[in-house]
Nanobody, 123 residues
Framework: QVQLVESGGGLVQAGGSLRLSCVVS????????MGWFRQAPGKERKFVAA????????YYEDSVKGRFSISRENAKNTVYLEMNILKPEDTAVYYC????????????????WGQGTQVTVSS
């Protein structure tokens, strides 16, 4: 059974930083495209970032470009989301996702989803 377990969420003031981690177990991590989605209260889940299996290519939603950075450590089956200059509008539950298709991942059709971790940014 494939499991994605996120950690690192919490409460932070605007302008602060957080680093989310997601550990994958139950299948080969190296050939998975990984990413992050988020869901704000009362809103639909939205794509945040993705990274290729090798880590050589990254993709970001426009509102987080220049502030968020996605990376991965294949030896640790872990993907990270470094979030800087956080804004109140970044408040959401953040979900780690993984799959074999970048298109499906960015469209919300990932094969695998974590349970989510809450990020709250106070003004």
């Amino acid at each position: 059974q494939v499991q994605l377990v996120e950690s690192g969420g919490g409460l932070v003031q605007a302008g602060g930083s957080l680093r989310l981690s997601c550990v994958v177990s139950g299948r080969t991590f190296n050939n998975l495209i990984m990413g992050w989605f988020r869901q704000a209260p009362g809103k639909e889940r939205k794509f945040v970032a993705a990274i290729s299996w090798s880590g050589s290519s990254t993709y970001y939603e426009d509102s987080v470009k220049g502030r968020f950075s996605i990376s991965r450590e294949n030896a640790k089956n872990t993907v990270y989301l470094e979030m800087n200059i956080l804004k109140p509008e970044d408040t959401a539950v953040y979900y780690c996702v993984g799959g074999s298709s970048l298109y499906r991942l960015k469209s919300g059709g990932s094969d695998y989803w974590g349970q989510g971790t809450q990020v709250t940014v106070s003004s």
